[in-house]
């Protein structure tokens, strides 16, 4: 690796787990004057032809408005850097994941647990699972997730702008933080009909009336954000809400879909600032009571979340005593055992006549093979405001649960983080027979507790409330 231009004297080797938020001997909480930031921004739009949403939709063929990754490093005096990047794809599982995380580390110079990679999780965009793609080709069947050598270029070029940014380190002199409405974007999948039925059936497009008209249910209604302000500016923001991210999809038009089209709109409205959109925890959140899937929708959905994100720009506060913590919290989802999700089964579904059935069966015996290893919960703690990265398409809950722990914070709750996990249900919905967890769900029911306990360790304590 090529020397860093980054003086190594300064950069003291920390224990993952240390909360460097207390006072432990030899350790100290850098101030923001002590902080420094990089930013980084690559396209990752897919070739013609390859995989939408793992196989499940139309491959690739025209471009409606590309896709990037969005990174931002963290340098703060004595620490090795962090990482957090967010990427239009649909999601990014298992060994993809990890080598995102080690290209990226190695990039910077740091742990693969210091990068957060997070997906958007827009449909018409692709899926990453490299191991899956292997399982298939394997086995001779027809079905496609993701082209390896797209991948590992993408890869490549992601790593290499992270590097680049630290040849331009912002000293950041102030960071803030907010939460603020979004209005008419997110609602639940979950609606309960005249005759007092529980449905799961609101997608991200819904033209069913009835669906359309029943009560939002429940969502988190704001979008958090936390910025970095050097010489006077702001300079980057990390914005958090939580929905599906689709107006449309389908029919191959790769698209950012309207978070990326909003996130511009916010980068043209305050020139020189760099956002980063993450999609929070949206497993069981979509646009469908205010998306009927009509052409204009996409404009007037990404026009509300932006209104939202200038709002919280706006009403940014500073955060009080600042520190810098990062911890990587260890825990373990167990994989789903249900029939149909049996090894031979899942290995009797390769051989299915049509090719997402294949591409289904892959991914869960790449997940069962992920899954028999611990996942991390990263968090990067401010004092005021946090972020920390959730597993897969967890459901609002636990970014609500998130934010109950922190009530005088600003807490940003990503999710589709180590997304080999697909749907992460609460003990309710199994228990309410959620439709959606036929498919794309590969963690056993119980995954609350553990999901619970991670996110508590990873926000108590708590250093600093923000002013």
Same mark, same amino acid.
């Given at each position: 690796m090529s020397r860093l231009p980054i003086d190594r004297r300064q950069m003291g080797r920390v224990t993952l787990g240390v909360s460097l938020g207390l006072p432990m001997a030899g350790i100290s909480s850098p101030e923001v004057s002590d902080l420094m930031v990089g930013r980084f921004s690559v396209e990752v739009s897919p070739p013609l032809g390859h995989a939408c949403m793992g196989g499940g939709i139309s491959p690739v063929v025209s471009y409606d408005d590309p896709l990037e990754a969005k990174g931002i490093v963290f340098v703060p005096a004595g620490q090795s850097p962090v990482v957090a990047v967010s990427v239009d794809w649909c999601e990014i599982r298992h060994d993809a994941h990890d080598a995102w995380r080690k290209a990226i580390a190695s990039a910077v110079g740091t742990t693969p647990e210091r990068v957060l990679v997070s997906s958007v999780h827009q449909h018409d965009a692709p899926v990453a699972d490299l191991r899956a793609e292997a399982i298939l080709k394997q086995a001779g069947a027809k079905g496609s997730i993701c082209i390896p050598e797209f991948h590992a270029e993408t890869v490549l070029r992601v790593a290499r702008a992270a590097k680049d940014s630290l040849r331009d380190l912002k000293k950041?002199?102030?960071?803030?933080?907010?939460?603020?409405?979004?209005?008419?974007v997110s609602s639940n999948r979950r609606t309960v009909?005249?005759?007092? /039925?529980?449905?799961?059936?609101?997608? !991200?497009?819904?033209?069913?009336?009835?669906?359309?008209? +029943? #009560?939002?249910?429940? %969502? $988190?209604?704001?979008?958090?954000?936390?910025?970095?302000?050097?010489?006077?500016?702001?300079?980057?923001?990390?914005?958090?809400?939580?929905?599906h991210p689709m107006s449309r999809y389908g029919k191959g038009a790769v698209s950012a879909?309207?978070?990326?089209?909003?996130?511009?709109?916010?980068?043209?409205?305050?020139?020189?600032?760099?956002?980063?959109?993450?999609?929070?925890?949206?497993?069981?959140?979509?646009?469908?009571?205010?998306?009927?899937?009509?052409?204009? /929708?996409?404009?007037?959905?990404?026009? !509300?979340?932006?209104?939202?994100?200038?709002?919280?720009? +706006? #009403?940014?506060?500073? %955060? $009080?005593?600042?520190?810098?913590?990062?911890?990587?919290?260890?825990?373990?989802?167990?994989?789903?055992?249900?029939?149909?999700?049996?090894?031979?089964?899942?290995?009797?579904?390769?051989?299915?006549?049509?090719?997402?059935?294949?591409?289904?069966?892959?991914?869960?015996?790449?997940?069962?093979?992920?899954?028999?290893?611990?996942?991390?919960?990263?968090?990067?703690?401010f004092g005021g405001a946090a972020l920390l990265l959730a597993p897969g398409e967890s459901y609002v809950e636990y970014q609500l649960y998130a934010k109950s722990l922190r009530p005088k914070s600003v807490v940003l709750c990503a999710g589709y983080g180590e997304s080999v996990t697909g749907y992460v249900p609460t003990e309710k919905?199994?228990?309410?027979?959620?439709?959606?967890?036929?498919?794309?769900?590969?963690?056993?029911?119980?995954?609350?507790?553990?999901?619970k306990e991670a996110i508590a360790r990873a926000l108590v304590p708590n250093p600093s409330p923000m002013r």
């Open positions: 950041v002199d102030k960071i803030a933080a907010s939460r603020a409405p979004v209005t008419a009909d005249s005759m007092g /039925r529980v449905r799961f059936d609101r997608g !991200s497009t819904t033209r069913d009336s009835d669906l359309r008209n +029943a #009560d939002v249910g429940v %969502i $988190d209604p704001d979008v958090a954000m936390i910025s970095f302000e050097s010489d006077k500016k702001t300079i980057a923001a990390l914005f958090c809400y939580a929905t879909d309207f978070p990326g089209i909003g996130r511009r709109m916010v980068e043209r409205a305050h020139p020189g600032l760099h956002a980063i959109y993450f999609s929070g925890c949206s497993g069981n959140v979509t646009a469908g009571k205010f998306n009927d899937g009509s052409p204009d /929708r996409r404009m007037i959905l990404a026009k !509300s979340l932006a209104d939202g994100m200038n709002r919280a720009l +706006a #009403d940014a506060k500073p %955060i $009080d005593k600042t520190v810098f913590r990062f911890e990587s919290i260890p825990y373990s989802l167990l994989f789903r055992d249900t029939p149909g999700f049996e090894t031979k089964t899942l290995e009797g579904k390769l051989a299915a006549a049509r090719p997402f059935d294949q591409c289904l069966a892959a991914m869960g015996l790449s997940a069962r093979e992920r899954l028999a290893r611990p996942l991390d919960l990263p968090v990067i703690d919905a199994w228990d309410e027979k959620d439709s959606n967890l036929g498919d794309w769900c590969w963690v056993a029911p119980g995954s609350e507790k553990p999901m």
